[in-house]
């Protein structure tokens, strides 16, 4: 089962920021949070993670909340192709087995003009 | 060309035809996954290695093999296609490490089986 709960979508303007959130109540002290987003069927596109500091890259920016419980996924400015279905992953500790990333349904975000 | 290399991008086949899908790549990552994607839905894992002694099972491993011919390579086969098996699917890569590290994905083989 996924350990991550979030909205099944969302919409946003484009030129506005889009937020994400997701659900990680059960995560484990040493665990990261990733994001990924898939756009249309292509394959999966790595954005960005986190473990317990807020990050931010050239794509976006990651808030993790103190207990590190939840997350908020942030595209400072969305524009149309930002359009996709948006994963949030909590990635197993390393050198254990099962630590390959283990999707759910994600977000389906649809950035209108 | 793209770091991870899937063969075929299309294939059609029968029932009970065996079939192999193949995944190639360029970034020297030692780790490669298959999933299988059905609509609306997210990806589901099928078997993973984390290097070309070590195969292991994901979630829904029944009704598929695969082979790590070399660190480059994994090949998926469906010994007998049947049609719920009929989905996208999409391999990947990554580099063993410390946990930050990301996924490398392939442009996906749109497997029909009729």
């Known amino acids: 089962d996924a350990k991550t709960t979030q909205p099944p979508s969302m919409d946003c303007a484009e030129g506005r920021a889009a937020n994400l959130p997701c659900n990680h109540s059960?995560?484990?002290?040493?665990?990261?949070v990733y994001w990924y987003r898939q756009i249309h069927s292509q394959g999966p596109q790595y954005i960005i993670h986190?473990?317990?500091n807020n990050e931010t890259n050239e794509m976006a920016s990651l808030i993790i909340t103190e207990d590190r419980k939840s997350s908020t996924l942030i595209l400072p400015h969305a524009t149309l192709r930002d359009t996709a279905v948006y994963y949030c992953i909590v990635r197993p500790l390393l050198n254990q087995a099962g630590t390959a990333l283990i999707f759910g349904k994600g977000t389906t975000l649809s950035v209108s003009s | 060309d793209a770091d991870v290399t899937q063969t075929p991008r299309n294939r059609i086949t029968k029932t009970g035809k065996r079939i192999m899908l193949e995944c190639s790549q360029t970034k020297g990552h030692d780790r490669m996954y298959w999933y299988r994607q059905d609509p609306g839905l997210g990806l589901r894992l099928i078997y993973y290695s984390f290097d070309v002694k070590d195969i292991n099972k994901g979630e829904i491993s029944d009704g598929y093999s695969v082979s790590r011919q070399a660190q480059a390579k994994f090949s998926l086969s469906l010994e007998s296609a049947i049609p719920n098996q009929t989905a996208l699917y999409f391999c990947?890569?990554?580099?063993?490490?410390?946990?930050?590290?990301?996924?490398?994905f392939g442009q996906g083989t749109r497997l029909t089986v009729v």
């Open positions: 990947a890569t990554s580099v063993s490490g410390s946990g930050n590290t990301e996924a490398f």
């Open positions: 986190g473990l317990k």
């Open positions: 059960t995560i484990s002290g040493n665990e990261y």
